[in-house]
């Protein structure tokens, strides 16, 4: 592909960094990417499938990270880094001061979409333990201008306080179940709502869970017909596929 300047212009709320040069590739902004030499950021891909690219932080060092970050910007947002620690979480709000920081989501958002009321997203959880992974969810779907309400704690151990919320639970247009343990609070769920389950297992249990392989095979194996399951601890993509379930509703379509 040749090197060509490409359309996107830098977002006003980037908050600094440098005009668009020749290591933008490609002349149409939805395809494009900026290459950083040990990445290649693509600010417009929420343009291309209506999500964003996100930033897995592990592994990454924090120069890394917050050169990622600020490529991203240049893009009309959201821009998220996942699993952060504080410490990196500093650093990117030092460079653009107007990123929020979710502690227990291990999230940094910057650029979040207006909240879309007649969207509903619901968030559950089996237990408290399970808020690290429900809160990544939570925070991309309203990242991506979804409206979240909260369900924690209701898990099968205490079953009647599931049902306290089910009037809610049948107006939602998608349910994201976070569970550790044996995973059962997905398939009670998907016996009671009308709407997708997205299933997020948790690595919240003891020996015999594995780390969350246990309510992995829960939820694959469950016998309501619109659970479908993400990977062991990945809110972020059940926020991200909740999003898009719901996407026409939020574009008034």
């Given amino acids: ?17 440098p005009e668009l040069d020749s290591r933008f590739r ?17 600010p417009h891909r929420i343009s291309r499938q209506g999500f964003p690219e996100a930033i897995y932080c592990p592994g990454k060092t924090t120069e890394q990270i917050v050169k990622i970050f600020g490529s991203l910007c240049k893009g009309p947002g959201p821009v998220l880094a996942t699993r952060t620690t504080p410490e990196v979480a500093q650093a990117i709000q030092k460079a653009y001061p107007k990123a929020a920081y979710h502690s227990q989501a291990r999230l940094v958002v910057w650029g979040a979409r207006r909240i879309e009321a007649k969207t509903k997203v619901v968030v ?9 992974v429900a809160e990544e969810a939570a925070v991309t779907a309203e990242a991506l201008g979804r409206h979240v309400a909260r369900m924690y704690d209701v898990g099968v151990a205490g079953i009647h306080r599931l049902l306290e919320h089910r009037n809610e639970l049948e107006t939602a247009d998608v349910v994201v179940v976070c569970a550790g343990m044996e995973g059962a609070l997905a398939s009670v769920v998907g016996g009671i709502v009308r709407c997708p389950v997205i299933a997020v297992p948790t690595s919240v249990g003891y020996g015999a869970h594995f780390q969350g392989l246990a309510p992995l095979l829960t939820m694959l194996n ?7 399951v993400v990977n062991i601890d990945n809110g972020f993509s059940a926020g991200v596929i909740a999003s898009l379930i719901t996407a026409r509703k939020y574009e008034g379509k």
């Fill in 1 to 17: 592909m040749k090197h060509a300047r490409s359309s996107i212009s830098r977002h006003p709320r980037a908050g600094g960094g």
């Fill in 26 to 42: 490609g002349n149409d902004s939805k395809i494009s990417f900026e290459d950083l030499g040990f990445a290649k950021g693509e």
């Fill in 124 to 132: 559950a959880t089996g237990g408290t333990s399970d808020l690290p």
């Fill in 222 to 228: 469950s016998c309501a017909s619109n659970v479908s």
